[in-house]
C-alpha cells in the first residue's frame, strides 16, 4: 500500500475521521472515469526556445549574467505548470438537463462545477480560468452526416468549497437520441505556457421528439373515410365525452343535471344542453421511413416531415381518447407499439419515432404484412411515406395480394406522400 493511503493510529479521534474522509472524498474521486494530460501550448515551445538560446549563449560566452536570467525566465515556466496541475485537482462537474425536448425548441444545458477542499496543499489555491467542453453527438448510422457539437462555456474563478453553475444553448433541428459528453475541461491559467486537460466521461442522453404542426380539415375527412368494415362495431361516446353543442327543450328521459337554468327561467319551459356525439374511431399508422442510398437534402426533409406528420396524428388521437392506436414504422429495423389512447402510450410512441432511423431497405410490405393480420374492426388504416405508394402493386407488396384474406383490405388503405405538395393538404408545420 502506497504511502497516501495508509491510515495511522492517530491519538486523537477528531484526526482520525479526517482521516477517514479524506479517504472517502479520495475513493468519490477515482470512481469517476477521469484522464488528466499536461502538455506545453505553442507559446510554451516558443518561450523554451528563447530560454535555450540564452542557456546556450551563456555557456559558449561564459557570461553569468545571462545564466541568472535563464534562471529567473526557468521559474515561470515551472509555476505554470505547478498552477495548471493544482487548478484542476479536486474539481467536479456535474451537467443537467431535461429528459425530453421537442426538435426546434431552445434547450439549455446547465453545468455545475464545484472545488472541493484539496487535501494535498495546506494553501487550498482556487481554480481559475477553466474551460468546459461538452461534446453532442446524434445517434445516427451514419457518423458522417452528423458531426458532433462543441459548446464551450468558461468559468473564471472557482473558490474552494463553493460551487459555480453556468449554463450554454442550443437548438437540436433533428430529432432522435442524443449523446451529451464525454466533457473536457482545460486551463492555462496564468501564463498561458502550459494547459491541463481533463476529460470527464460523464455521459448523459437525450430524447429529441419531432416537430408537431397541426392537421387540417381534409385529414379529418380522409381518416373517416378509411374505416375497413362495418359500421355496426363503432361505439358512440356518451353525452359526458361529447362537446357542447346547442340548447334543446327538454325530454321526459333527460336527467336534471343538463338543464340550463338561466334559459329555464327565462323562457319558463325545462331547457336542456345538447352534447354532440362522437364517434370512436381506432387508427393504424404506419410510417415508412425509407431514403434512397444517395439521399438529398430534399429527401431528409421528406423523412422529418413524414416522422413529424405521425407525431401530431397520434397526439391528436390520444389527446381526443376513446380510441385505440396502433403505430408501426419501418426503418432502418421495425417496431410497433399499440395500444388505448393515452398519455403513457403518447409518450412511449413519441420515443419511439424518435429514436427510428431512415433506412435504404425497403420494410413497408414486412410492416404492412405483420399489421394486417392484427387488424380491428372499424379501424383506419393510414401510411405516411416520403415516397410515392402504390397499393395495387403486385410487385412490391406481393405476399399481401397473394393472401385472398387481405385483398380487400388494401383497397381502403389511405396512403401520404410526404415528399410531395400532397401533404400540405392534411399537415402544416408551426
Not at 480560468?129 to 458531426?147: F, P, Q, W, Y
Not at 343538463?258 to 364517434?279: D, K
Not at 442510398?293 to 397526439?315: P, Q, W, Y
Not at 391528436?316 to 417496431?335: M, Q, T
Amino acid at each position: 500500500m502506497s504511502a497516501s493511503l495508509r491510515i495511522y493510529q492517530f491519538r486523537n479521534s477528531a484526526q482520525r475521521k479526517r482521516q477517514v474522509r479524506w479517504l472517502v472524498d479520495l475513493a468519490g474521486m477515482t470512481s469517476m472515469k477521469l484522464r488528466r494530460k499536461t502538455v506545453i501550448c505553442r507559446e510554451g515551445w516558443y518561450y523554451l526556445l528563447v530560454l535555450a538560446f540564452i542557456i546556450t549563449g551563456s555557456i559558449l560566452r561564459e557570461v553569468n549574467l545571462l545564466l541568472v536570467m535563464a534562471g529567473m525566465m526557468f521559474f515561470p515556466f515551472v509555476f505554470n505548470w505547478r498552477a495548471v496541475v493544482v487548478g484542476l485537482r479536486t474539481v467536479n462537474f456535474t451537467r443537467r438537463l431535461p429528459r425530453q425536448v421537442v426538435a426546434g425548441d431552445l434547450l439549455v444545458v446547465d453545468l455545475v462545477v464545484e472545488k472541493q477542499p484539496s487535501r494535498f496543499s495546506l494553501r487550498r489555491p482556487s481554480s481559475w480560468g477553466l474551460v468546459a467542453s461538452d461534446c453532442i453527438r446524434r445517434e445516427s448510422n451514419d457518423r458522417r452526416r452528423d458531426k458532433p457539437l462543441r459548446p464551450r462555456l468558461i468559468f473564471w474563478r472557482v473558490p474552494v468549497g463553493q460551487r459555480r453553475r453556468d449554463s450554454y444553448r442550443v437548438r437540436l433541428n433533428r430529432r432522435g437520441r442524443y449523446e451529451f459528453g464525454p466533457l473536457t475541461v482545460s486551463t492555462r491559467f496564468p501564463l498561458g505556457l502550459v494547459r491541463r486537460t481533463m476529460v470527464v466521461d460523464d455521459q448523459d442522453t437525450i430524447v429529441v421528439l419531432p416537430r408537431l404542426g397541426r392537421l387540417t380539415k381534409q385529414w379529418t375527412n380522409v381518416f373517416r373515410e378509411a374505416h375497413i368494415g362495418t359500421r355496426s362495431h363503432q361505439k358512440k361516446v356518451g353525452v359526458l365525452e361529447g362537446d357542447f353543442h346547442s340548447l334543446r327543450d327538454w325530454r321526459p328521459d333527460d336527467g336534471q343535471r343538463w338543464i340550463h337554468w338561466r334559459t329555464t327561467a327565462r323562457r319558463g319551459s325545462p331547457v336542456v344542453r345538447q352534447f354532440e356525439r362522437q364517434q370512436n374511431q381506432n387508427l393504424l399508422l404506419l410510417v415508412d421511413l425509407w431514403r434512397p442510398k444517395k439521399a438529398n437534402a430534399a429527401d431528409e426533409e421528406a423523412v422529418e416531415l413524414a416522422a413529424s406528420f405521425a407525431a401530431t396524428v397520434i397526439t391528436d388521437v390520444c389527446r381526443r381518447g376513446s380510441s385505440y392506436l396502433h403505430l408501426g414504422i419501418a426503418g432502418s429495423e421495425i417496431v410497433s407499439r399499440e395500444g388505448p389512447a393515452s398519455v403513457g402510450l403518447l409518450s412511449e410512441q413519441l420515443e419511439m419515432l424518435a429514436a427510428a432511423q431512415a433506412d435504404s431497405t425497403d420494410r413497408l410490405p414486412e410492416l404492412l404484412s405483420r399489421t394486417l393480420n392484427t387488424l380491428r374492426p372499424e379501424m383506419s388504416v393510414v401510411i405516411i411515406s416520403p415516397r410515392q405508394l402504390d397499393t395495387s402493386d403486385t410487385e412490391q407488396f406481393a405476399e399481401l395480394w397473394a393472401d385472398p384474406g387481405r385483398r380487400t383490405s388494401i383497397g381502403h388503405i389511405v396512403t401520404i406522400n410526404s415528399g410531395s405538395e400532397e401533404i400540405d393538404q392534411f399537415f402544416q408545420l408551426d
